[in-house]
């Protein structure tokens, strides 16, 4: 079974520039979470989507936005880049929204705003 | 608000056990994780708790105690491939899988 895959695996942009970034769910997997890791404030949530609606959302700003598509698919985009943005953006899957579900974490999305 | 406190770091000696704090204060509480992170790599599960109590499982067990607040992950005949940080997450009363996680212990197995 293949396990969370996040494209692109790296990124580099600059200041003001939008980035859109991808992960696709171990399959039959409903819930994706996304969460932002940065050595200061460590791991972050960012939102969660389950059968394409947010189910929650994190203390970030409005330029950090989410979808998901009917085939659990998700992706997440980043606006008006500042400096701060730059960590590495980790997505995880999950069976069921809740309960004792797992989450299996991809292998991330580092990105550097310069 | 949401606070989770664990350790930095910690080191310990190959083949001993190592127990890893984590205490909480959240705004409702419903379950806490703990997790495995290599340097470079993503978190990987580790163990689940709701219940107070002690869940066992092979080398790794997590207690949990929800009126104080306080969880341990214990970790026995440490190998060296243990050294990784070891990350506590609270999910709270919003349900689903919105998890607050604490900054990590950084633990270190020496010969």
């Known amino acids: 079974k293949a396990g969370v895959t996040q494209t692109p695996r790296y990124l580099i942009k600059t200041r003001g520039q939008q980035v859109t970034l991808s992960c696709s769910p171990i399959?039959?997997?409903?819930?994706v979470s996304w969460y932002q890791q940065t050595p200061g404030q460590g791991l972050q949530f960012l939102f969660e989507y389950f059968s394409e609606t947010q189910r929650n959302k994190g203390n970030f700003p409005g330029r950090f936005s989410g979808r998901q598509f009917s085939n659990s698919r998700s992706e997440m985009n980043v606006s008006t880049l500042e400096l701060g943005d730059s960590a590495l953006y980790l997505c995880?899957?999950?069976?069921?929204?809740?309960?004792?579900?797992?989450?299996?974490f991809g292998p991330g999305t580092r990105l550097t705003v310069l | 608000g949401q606070n989770i406190d664990q350790p930095t770091e910690m080191t310990a000696t190959e083949g001993a056990i190592v127990q890893i704090n984590c205490t909480y204060q959240t705004s409702g509480f419903n379950g806490l994780f703990w997790y495995q992170q290599h340097a470079g790599e993503a978190p990987t599960f580790l163990s689940y708790n709701v219940l107070d109590g002690l869940e066992e499982k092979g080398r790794f067990s997590s207690f949990l105690s929800r009126s104080k607040g306080y969880s341990y992950l214990l970790l026995k005949e440490l190998q060296m491939k243990d050294s990784a940080s070891y990350l506590c997450?609270?999910?709270?009363?919003?349900?689903?899988?919105?998890?607050?996680f604490g900054t990590g212990t950084q633990l270190k197995v020496e010969l």
């Open positions: 995880a899957s999950s069976l069921v929204s809740g309960g004792a579900g797992e989450q299996f």
């Open positions: 399959s039959g997997h409903r819930s």
């Open positions: 997450a609270v999910r709270g009363s919003g349900g689903g899988n919105k998890l607050t």
